[in-house]
């Protein structure tokens, strides 16, 4: 079947801390991925998306960074956190045959 | 400008109401358009697709215009459980880049 995982649902972190979520999908191959995030009172916000193994297109510039080791693993990270990093990031994949969006099931990150 | 813009609301509306909402894109490419619900900052569910032909489900109505490039998504009959935020994704870039709007909150009250 195919799902999408991602990881941790829940983390809170200190200012300047580093920051690894992952997403991970199964029973596809070469799948659109994507991060999203999501502040207080706002839209998705996207932030990367990857068309393929080590191909990252960056949509805002800021301390984040995306990786794609794997066909079917996208990975957020941060090298040093700030207050304003906190929300809710979301992972999806976009199934272009069915033209179907799959979510995640969310990842909320508080930096204190 | 934004590449997808919503009207933000909040839209507070009686039962029984109806309530259209738009969304505009910028990239006169973009291929896919959808209509997704959001709950309580749960992950978003899809609503329905959106074809250039307009489709229906139910209540719900989406129709698309090229020429102007927005969609539109009517909600008749509003229910207490249509309560959420209601966003519009837009597909482009060659099939690979998804962009939501902002969302529109939509209050449905007795």
């Known amino acids: 079947s195919q799902t999408i995982h991602q990881w941790p649902a829940t983390l809170v972190q200190p200012v300047g801390s580093p920051l690894s979520l992952e997403c991970t999908v199964e029973?596809?191959?070469?799948?659109?991925l994507y991060w999203y995030r999501q502040a207080a009172g706002r839209g998705l916000q996207l932030l990367f998306y990857?068309?393929?193994?080590?191909?990252i297109s960056s949509e805002v510039p800021q301390n984040l960074s995306a990786s794609r080791p794997q066909d079917r693993q996208f990975i957020l990270s941060s090298k040093k956190l700030l207050l304003s990093d906190s929300g809710f990031y979301l992972c999806?994949?976009?199934?272009?045959?069915?033209?179907?969006?799959?979510f995640g099931e969310g990842s909320w990150l508080t930096v204190v | 400008r934004k590449e997808v813009e919503q009207d933000p609301g909040p839209f507070n509306v009686p039962e029984g109401a109806t309530v259209a909402f738009n969304c505009t894109y910028s990239n006169s490419a973009s291929q896919s358009f959808f209509w997704y619900r959001q709950d309580c900052r749960k992950e978003p569910k899809l609503l329905m697709s959106?074809?250039?032909s307009g489709n229906e489900d139910g209540r719900f109505t989406a129709q698309l215009n090229r020429a102007s490039q927005y969609i539109s998504l009517l909600i008749r009959d509003s229910k207490l459980s249509d309560s959420a935020t209601y966003l519009c994704?837009?597909?482009?870039?060659?099939?690979?880049?998804?962009?939501f709007g902002a969302g529109t909150r939509l209050a449905v009250h007795p």
């Open positions: 959106v074809y250039s």
């Open positions: 999806a994949w976009f199934r272009k045959s069915g033209n179907t969006i799959y």
């Open positions: 994704v837009v597909l482009s870039g060659g099939y690979n880049k998804l962009i």
């Open positions: 029973g596809t191959s070469n799948p659109n």
């Open positions: 990857s068309v393929g193994i080590g191909q």
